[in-house]
């Protein structure tokens, strides 16, 4: 029983990734939020730009990582 | 790999993009005023704080408009620094409306920096309404208000730096929509040619699409904790926007959830046209006809003069371009990496 139930819990290893994927975004909202909220208020704003501009960053470069996992895949084979 | 020209485009508009949206200063603009409500017949000193001014380097003059179009001049102005400065206005014993109470526009105006207004922030309370004699006492004369000529972004309230983000929020949404247009136009040529490879790419575009879109979400999330003070409110365009992601997330499902090649290819091509269908309304016409706090929408399209000027629009295109040719070069990754997959899984059998 407890076999089934454990096998059930596996992620296949691209969910793991989106999981990681999703854990970053959440620990990076929590850490601006932490993080006095003058800092961000601070010179007109602006870093809340920089914030906005970090994350488009990161998300283009995540989905380039998974297509570059996907490719080396094909290669492995 | 070869770069053809969109691709060096991309690249060419994109850091454009990135430089001259954040290298562009705003224009110099009042953050605050105190105290922000008086009384009529008195002498009142306001303080004057400012962002990207130089009160010190020319001369100041300040003014109090009401919204009727009548205005009084500070007879004294104090500048502290570049960033402060306290103007004294004798304000008369009546106001020149027909109510009681009237809130004023603080308009500064000097060479170098322009003019500046702070709408509709002090209230003025007087005890007696006599609105002959207030506009007596009040000028009607318009006077001549410097303008600025050096090239920046407006400078609007509670918004201030985050303007900007009208480059890196707003585009990606704009290009979400084209890479949606793109992939409903693969899906209606598929459901015409049953041409796989046109099933793919609109599947590799919605998929792109959807990173925009969530990408989207998310920085619109943090402004909204900087600009309203929560990570996310009822908001008609907010949920209409998570809604219309949820759409997607079921166009993804129902992909992952059939075997069958054609039969996944066919059922989700004519999802994927009446998805487009449904969400354009939801983002692009409910969100007009109600109250919303977004700025571009209850009422106002984002185009009008109020909300875009021609600074902010020559970066926000170059933005858009750039953000839809990046979303197709990701997509024509994903598309070409799904066909060599297939190759390769079809050369196994």
Known sequence: MSKIFKNKLKFAPEMKYNIAFIMILVSAQNMLAQSSQSFMTSGGKINVVFAVIFIVFIGIIYYLIRIDRKISKLENK | ?349
């Open chain 2, 1 to 349: 790999m070869q770069l053809s020209w969109w691709k060096l485009l991309c690249i060419v508009l994109l850091a454009y993009v990135l430089v001259i949206g954040l290298v562009t200063p705003l224009k110099p603009g009042i953050l605050k005023i105190s105290p922000e409500r008086i009384k009529t017949g008195q002498t009142v000193d306001i303080e004057i704080s400012g962002y990207n001014t130089h009160y010190k380097s020319s001369n100041q003059v300040a003014y109090l408009k009401a919204s009727t179009g009548y205005l009084i001049q500070a007879k004294e102005i104090k500048v502290i620094d570049d960033n402060n400065m306290v103007a004294s206005f004798d304000v008369p014993q009546f106001l020149p409306t027909s109510n009681s109470i009237e809130q004023l526009s603080v308009i500064t105006s000097s060479e170098k920096d322009g003019s500046s207004v702070m709408p509709s922030r002090l209230i003025v309370a007087q005890d007696s309404v006599q609105l002959e004699m207030g506009k007596n006492l009040w000028s009607i004369k318009e006077p001549t208000f410097f303008g600025i000529k050096k090239y920046s972004f407006p400078f609007r309230n509670i918004l201030y730096e985050t303007i900007r983000n009208t480059f890196f929020h707003v585009s990606l949404w704009f290009a979400m929509f084209a890479l949606l247009g793109i992939s409903v136009y693969h899906s209606i040529r598929y459901l015409y040619k049953s041409d796989l490879l046109d099933d793919w790419k609109a599947y590799s575009q919605v998929r792109t699409a959807i990173l925009f879109g969530v990408l989207g979400l998310i920085t619109g999330s943090i402004w909204a904790k900087y600009t309203w003070g929560t990570w996310w409110t009822n908001d008609i365009k907010l949920n209409m926007a998570a809604l219309s992601m949820l759409i997607y997330f079921g166009y993804l499902i129902i992909r992952a959830g059939i075997e069958d090649p054609d039969k996944k290819a066919r059922i989700s091509a004519s999802f994927n046209v009446f998805a487009l269908v449904a969400v354009i309304p939801l983002i692009f016409v409910l969100p007009r006809l109600t109250d919303s706090l977004h700025p571009g929408n209850g009422g106002n399209p984002a185009f009008g003069s109020e909300d875009m000027d021609n600074s902010l629009r020559m970066v926000f295109y170059p933005a858009v371009i750039s953000f839809i040719l990046l979303g197709i070069w990701l997509s024509q990754l994903v598309f070409r990496s799904d066909v060599l997959s297939h190759k390769s899984e079809s050369a196994e059998i």
